[in-house]
């Protein structure tokens, strides 16, 4: 630690740090635009003025500016001397000069950094009275409103997209008193993280567009923390709500996880929540539909129990462990499916069970960036986990930081690192069926169906460890690259296998597990991490729950082994054909189910319940390193409409079964279930015993889930009653459902619903909250490993035989993703479905020259019992005989994944 002088107090702060990162780090206010603890200084704004002296005597010092001097022990500074305030007060007003002064007006009003420092500045009288440069906006597509009059050129948002994103659609333009921050025409932003630039801009220069269109000042909105369900790494995220509707998702800072970064499909994937036709009200559908009442429908279900003796219930991966759990008692274990199809539940166990029993390292996604080579084995992590991709950029560039150090450069001194960034990268090599996106930053890329990948992955694992079996049937090339990325593997610091799920291949897993192992094993002290990712929210969740495949829950059905099916929080026709849903779904009195979507299925079924979806509801979820992390309700749906009739899923299953039994209700709220379920499943024991249950106060209040500036409550129901209504109650959790509450940091607390401080109103105000600025949370991370620090078992090598090249008489169909339009529940929003691209068929561009395709071809085949007409579109890499189709959009069940097409052919229109 070293000792600086900040206005004759004395601090202890980093000496890695600038000045202003450990004067912000110690709780001193300093204004600033263009420094981020994410993007490092670059020193473009001046606004982060102080004065430093030589020595105590010295009473002139000299003005330097904070974000771009290294800490010094012993430094004697000033920050509330006259000359640094005049220097930073005129700096802002030159800033300003050509700003629109239209906070009344402006989206990031109340919201906004530049009016937190201005106020900072006590700057409140413009002298610049000629007239203002103006330009046009552009627009960049559905997301994101450009108003580049605001701009007071801090180059956080080219620095962001360019450097650190590595977008190439963005840029500056321009000189002098003219600069412009844009694309070179109009159009939509085409990284996936793009949605980012609206928190780190300063300004309002990006705004969201999805929160235009129903537009509140963030103190009239009610907020509480929540975990993004669109992907497996289940990113920290703020939610904000008003008259019953989500308004706004931002990022909520998570060190390990998400840090200050979210990717678009996070951000705006969030409007199905308010759909209007989503169910609200239970409903019998007999000869024809009738509404029911809360007691109603509880009857119905009851009798529907009482009908049927053998149920099968079909639980979600989607959904809660609460949600899940509950449906598990209510039909017993024996019964009870999780919904994973057979694929994806092998590739789920071989991955529970690497977290379980071997004692091989599982990174968070922040460590991810530490690693220097990394194997990325049958996966396209830029549109199935954007935000792991994001994480592999920045290993890939951290050798920069390296290198720099070895020069005494901090790592906050930006612009000597960008330099050496370019001719110097960590190793990436990926293994892929066709091109994906990373490969701009890979050192190789290898392009193969999913068993030559597999032969390859053996192969070095063989280079690793001779003891395994060799894999004779490679090239020379081949076997050469699979010594190379051996050996780079080996003299690594730190090597990370990244694989997953999406592929629905087991064998991959395996492989990718032979390859970990082996450096493990055969190589002291040498540190290696494993990444699995997973289609779903809460694939491991459901994993530890158990149950069987959905294909066995329906063959139990159809041999007449089980009478009815319960579908909680699960579309069937998003995993089988949809000639076996009609077929297992035309007896619909035999089917209930429970959702917060009007699925298909939910269509189709004799009795349904509306369920509250993540917004509405608080429980647990498990990301793909195995933290547990609890989700909160952000408002309660009644409070709008009493006649809503929104339950969790689990609350409607355990009355049903109390009621079917003749007990009493023993679960009346969520910390009763997490009781349950900690009693029967031992392992997720850590759940209760980290997480703060219902009971926590500080000073004897729950969290505030409004800013206490919030305005406006008697008018949110002013137009069902003009009487304020008292606020709802929340038994389920720590939070007010209100204002009124604490709202302040606290190492006890580390679920945060919004980011605010006295004087920062902005996502800066994030500061207030670490315990030293871009890193920890005073409270510490959120979540609770289920796996770490149990006792390990390191197993042998998974068996796995190398396969030899067949050339294959059928077409075979494998899956390609676009982060749009892989998750189930947006492919629900509008907005989202403006930027789903068409359904296309993939094909290699060898095969499409044999068949005579173009690229304005249409092609045409059945599978599945139904017929399918897509367009073309050409892989340079794809193999020989296999066709792309995009898995899990509608019409595109996972059952799809590994079946073969005889016959293939142009559509002559």
Same mark, same amino acid.
């Given at each position: 630690?070293?000792?600086?002088?900040?206005?004759?107090?004395?601090?202890?702060?980093?000496?890695?740090d600038?000045?202003?990162?450990?004067?912000?780090?110690?709780?001193?206010n300093?204004?600033?635009? *263009?420094?981020?603890?994410?993007l490092?200084?670059?020193?473009?704004?001046?606004?982060?003025?102080?004065?430093?002296?030589?020595?105590?005597?010295d009473?002139?010092?000299?003005?330097?500016?904070?974000?771009?001097?290294p800490?010094? @022990?012993?430094?004697?500074?000033?920050i %509330?001397?006259?000359e640094s305030?005049?220097?930073?007060?005129?700096?802002?007003?030159?800033?300003?000069?050509?700003?629109?002064?239209? *906070?009344p $007006? *402006?989206?990031?009003?109340?919201?906004?950094?530049?009016?937190?420092?201005?106020?900072?500045?006590?700057?409140?009288?413009?002298?610049?009275?000629?007239?203002?440069?103006t330009?046009?906006?552009?627009?960049?597509?559905?997301f994101?409103?450009?108003?580049?009059?605001?701009?007071?050129?801090?180059?956080?948002? $080219?620095r962001y997209?360019?450097?650190y994103?590595?977008?190439?659609?963005?840029?500056?333009?321009g000189a002098?008193?003219?600069?412009?921050?844009?694309?070179?025409?109009?159009?939509?932003?085409?990284?996936?993280?793009?949605?980012?630039?609206?928190?780190?801009?300063?300004t309002?220069?990006?705004?969201?567009?999805?929160?235009?269109?129903?537009y %509140?000042?963030?103190?009239?909105?009610?907020?509480?923390?929540g975990?993004?369900?669109n992907? !497996?790494?289940?990113?920290?995220?703020?939610?904000?709500?008003?008259?019953?509707?989500?308004?706004?998702?931002?990022?909520?800072?998570?060190?390990?996880?998400?840090?200050?970064?979210?990717?678009?499909?996070?951000r705006?994937?969030?409007?199905?929540?308010?759909?209007?036709?989503r169910?609200?009200?239970?409903?019998?559908?007999?000869?024809?539909?009738?509404?029911?009442?809360f007691?109603q429908?509880?009857?119905?279900g009851?009798?529907?129990?009482?009908?049927?003796?053998r149920?099968?219930?079909?639980?979600?991966?989607?959904?809660?462990?609460?949600n899940?759990?509950?449906?598990?008692?209510?039909?017993?274990?024996?019964n009870?499916?999780?919904g994973?199809?057979?694929?994806?539940?092998?590739c789920?166990?071989?991955?529970?069970?690497?977290l379980?029993?071997?004692?091989?390292?599982?990174?968070?996604?922040k460590e991810?960036?530490?690693?220097? $080579?990394?194997?990325?084995?049958?996966?396209?992590?830029?549109?199935?986990?954007?935000?792991?991709?994001?994480?592999?950029?920045?290993?890939v560039?951290?050798k920069?930081?390296?290198?720099?150090?070895?020069?005494?450069?901090?790592?906050w001194?930006?612009?000597?690192?960008?330099?050496v960034v370019?001719?110097?990268?960590?190793?990436?090599?990926?293994?892929?069926?066709?091109?994906?996106?990373?490969?701009?930053?890979?050192?190789?890329s290898?392009?193969a169906?999913?068993?030559?990948?597999?032969?390859l992955a053996?192969?070095?694992?063989?280079?690793?460890d001779?003891?395994?079996?060799?894999?004779?049937?490679? @090239?020379?090339?081949?076997?050469?690259?699979?010594?190379?990325?051996?050996?780079?593997?080996?003299?690594?610091?730190?090597?990370?296998?990244?694989?997953?799920s999406?592929?629905?291949?087991?064998?991959?897993?395996?492989?990718?597990?032979?390859?970990?192992?082996?450096?493990?094993?055969?190589?002291? %002290?040498?540190?290696?991490?494993?990444?699995?990712?997973?289609?779903?929210?809460?694939?491991?969740?459901?994993?530890?729950?158990?149950?069987?495949?959905?294909?066995s829950?329906?063959?139990k059905?159809k041999?007449?082994?089980?009478?009815?099916?319960?579908?909680?929080e699960?579309?069937?026709?998003?995993?089988i054909?949809?000639?076996?849903?009609?077929?297992?779904?035309?007896?619909?009195?035999?089917?209930?189910?429970?959702d917060?979507?009007?699925?298909?299925?939910?269509?189709?079924s004799?009795?349904?319940?509306?369920?509250?979806?993540?917004?509405?509801?608080?429980?647990?979820?498990?990301?793909?390193?195995?933290?547990?992390?609890?989700?909160?309700?952000?408002?309660d749906?009644?409070?709008?409409?009493?006649?809503?009739?929104?339950?969790?899923?689990?609350?409607?299953?355990?009355?049903i079964?109390?009621?079917t039994n003749?007990?009493?209700?023993?679960?009346?709220?969520?910390?009763?279930?997490? @009781?349950?379920?900690t009693?029967?499943?031992?392992?997720?024991?850590?759940?209760?015993k980290?997480?703060?249950d219902s009971n926590?106060?500080?000073h004897?209040?729950?969290i505030?889930?409004?800013?206490?500036?919030?305005?406006?409550?008697?008018?949110?129901?002013?137009?069902?009653?003009i009487?304020? !209504?008292?606020?709802?109650?929340?038994?389920n959790t720590?939070f007010?459902?209100?204002m009124?509450g604490?709202?302040?940091?606290?190492?006890?607390?580390?679920h945060?619903?919004?980011?605010?401080?006295?004087?920062?109103?902005?996502?800066?105000?994030?500061?207030?909250?670490?315990?030293?600025?871009g890193?920890?949370?005073?409270?510490?991370? !959120?979540?609770?490993?289920i796996f770490?620090?149990?006792?390990?078992?390191?197993?042998?090598?998974?068996?796995?035989i190398?396969?030899d090249?067949?050339?294959?008489?059928?077409w075979?169909?494998?899956?390609y993703?676009?982060?749009?339009?892989?998750? /189930?529940?947006?492919?629900?929003?509008?907005?989202?479905? /403006?930027n789903?691209?068409?359904?296309?068929?993939?094909?290699?561009?060898?095969?499409?020259? /044999?068949?005579?395709?173009?690229?304005?071809?249409?092609? /045409?085949?059945?599978c599945?019992?139904?017929?399918?007409?897509?367009?073309?579109?050409?892989?340079?890499?794809?193999?020989?005989?296999?066709?792309?189709?995009?898995i899990?959009?509608?019409?595109?069940?996972?059952?799809?994944?590994?079946?073969?097409?005889?016959?293939?052919?142009?559509?002559?229109?």
């Amino acid at each position: 630690m070293a000792i600086i002088y900040v206005d004759k107090k004395i601090y202890d702060v980093d000496p890695s740090d600038n000045l202003l990162q450990a004067c912000l780090s110690v709780g001193i206010n300093i204004p600033y635009f *263009c420094w981020h603890p994410l993007l490092g200084s670059v020193g473009a704004c001046r606004q982060c003025a102080i004065t430093q002296y030589n020595n105590f005597e010295d009473n002139t010092g000299r003005l330097v500016m904070s974000c771009m001097t290294p800490v010094t @022990n012993g430094a004697i500074l000033s920050i %509330n001397n006259s000359e640094s305030e005049l220097f930073r007060s005129a700096i802002i007003e030159l800033l300003l000069t050509n700003h629109p002064h239209d *906070c009344p $007006v *402006c989206e990031e009003g109340g919201h906004c950094h530049l009016q937190d420092m201005t106020v900072m500045n006590k700057h409140s009288i413009r002298h610049y009275r000629f007239k203002k440069r103006t330009h046009k906006n552009q627009y960049l597509g559905s997301f994101i409103k450009h108003e580049m009059n605001r701009c007071i050129t801090c180059y956080r948002c $080219v620095r962001y997209y360019n450097d650190y994103a590595d977008g190439i659609d963005f840029g500056v333009y321009g000189a002098n008193n003219n600069i412009y921050f844009g694309r070179i025409e109009d159009g939509a932003l085409e990284n996936e993280h793009s949605g980012n630039l609206i928190e780190l801009c300063p300004t309002g220069v990006f705004t969201d567009k999805t929160h235009s269109k129903r537009y %509140n000042r963030k103190w009239d909105m009610q907020y509480a923390p929540g975990i993004c369900n669109n992907c !497996s790494v289940g990113c920290n995220i703020s939610i904000g709500e008003r008259y019953g509707e989500i308004r706004r998702i931002e990022n909520r800072y998570h060190e390990n996880i998400n840090h200050y970064l979210i990717c678009d499909l996070g951000r705006f994937g969030y409007l199905h929540y308010n759909l209007n036709t989503r169910p609200k009200q239970p409903v019998h559908h007999d000869k024809e539909s009738t509404i029911l009442n809360f007691k109603q429908a509880i009857e119905l279900g009851v009798t529907f129990l009482k009908r049927y003796k053998r149920i099968i219930g079909i639980g979600s991966t989607r959904s809660s462990i609460e949600n899940n759990f509950a449906l598990q008692e209510l039909v017993g274990e024996e019964n009870f499916s999780n919904g994973m199809c057979e694929k994806e539940q092998n590739c789920s166990r071989l991955i529970l069970n690497v977290l379980k029993n071997n004692d091989i390292y599982i990174p968070s996604l922040k460590e991810i960036e530490s690693y220097d $080579v990394i194997l990325i084995l049958g996966e396209d992590l830029t549109q199935t986990s954007p935000r792991v991709a994001l994480a592999v950029r920045q290993a890939v560039k951290k050798k920069a930081q390296d290198i720099a150090s070895l020069y005494g450069i901090p790592k906050w001194n930006v612009s000597p690192l960008k330099q050496v960034v370019e001719d110097h990268k960590n190793s990436l090599y990926i293994m892929h069926t066709h091109e994906n996106k990373l490969d701009d930053v890979s050192e190789w890329s290898y392009f193969a169906s999913i068993h030559e990948q597999i032969n390859l992955a053996s192969a070095i694992a063989y280079e690793l460890d001779n003891t395994l079996p060799p894999v004779l049937n490679l @090239n020379v090339f081949l076997k050469n690259q699979a010594l190379l990325i051996a050996n780079r593997l080996i003299s690594s610091k730190k090597a990370l296998i990244i694989s997953g799920s999406h592929s629905f291949s087991s064998s991959i897993i395996q492989a990718s597990i032979n390859i970990a192992k082996a450096i493990k094993m055969h190589t002291l %002290n040498h540190h290696v991490g494993l990444t699995f990712l997973t289609p779903s929210s809460n694939t491991l969740g459901a994993a530890v729950i158990g149950g069987m495949s959905i294909e066995s829950a329906l063959e139990k059905f159809k041999q007449e082994k089980a009478d009815a099916i319960i579908f909680m929080e699960y579309d069937i026709y998003r995993f089988i054909s949809e000639y076996e849903c009609n077929f297992f779904l035309k007896n619909k009195e035999k089917i209930m189910t429970l959702d917060h979507q009007s699925t298909d299925t939910y269509k189709r079924s004799g009795l349904t319940f509306p369920v509250s979806n993540f917004t509405e509801s608080s429980g647990t979820i498990i990301n793909f390193e195995g933290r547990a992390q609890r989700f909160f309700q952000v408002y309660d749906p009644s409070f709008y409409d009493k006649n809503n009739s929104l339950f969790d899923s689990w609350k409607w299953l355990h009355f049903i079964k109390s009621k079917t039994n003749n007990v009493e209700v023993s679960w009346s709220i969520l910390d009763d279930v997490i @009781n349950a379920y900690t009693k029967k499943y031992t392992i997720l024991k850590k759940i209760q015993k980290k997480e703060l249950d219902s009971n926590f106060r500080i000073h004897g209040q729950k969290i505030a889930r409004s800013p206490i500036r919030s305005s406006g409550r008697t008018a949110l129901r002013a137009n069902i009653d003009i009487h304020e !209504s008292s606020q709802p109650k929340d038994l389920n959790t720590i939070f007010s459902f209100s204002m009124e509450g604490y709202n302040q940091p606290n190492k006890s607390v580390s679920h945060i619903p919004f980011a605010w401080f006295p004087g920062w109103n902005s996502p800066q105000a994030l500061n207030k909250f670490q315990k030293k600025v871009g890193e920890s949370l005073i409270s510490g991370d !959120s979540g609770t490993h289920i796996f770490k620090n149990n006792e390990k078992i390191i197993e042998t090598y998974s068996k796995l035989i190398p396969r030899d090249f067949i050339e294959e008489k059928y077409w075979y169909i494998i899956p390609y993703y676009h982060i749009f339009g892989n998750e /189930e529940l947006t492919q629900y929003s509008s907005t989202i479905q /403006e930027n789903i691209p068409l359904e296309y068929a993939l094909i290699g561009l060898l095969d499409g020259i /044999e068949l005579g395709l173009k690229k304005d071809s249409i092609v /045409e085949f059945n599978c599945l019992n139904k017929d399918y007409r897509l367009s073309v579109r050409f892989s340079k890499h794809l193999n020989k005989k296999q066709i792309g189709l995009p898995i899990g959009r509608k019409g595109f069940p996972i059952s799809l994944v590994g079946k073969k097409i005889k016959f293939l052919q142009e559509f002559i229109r």
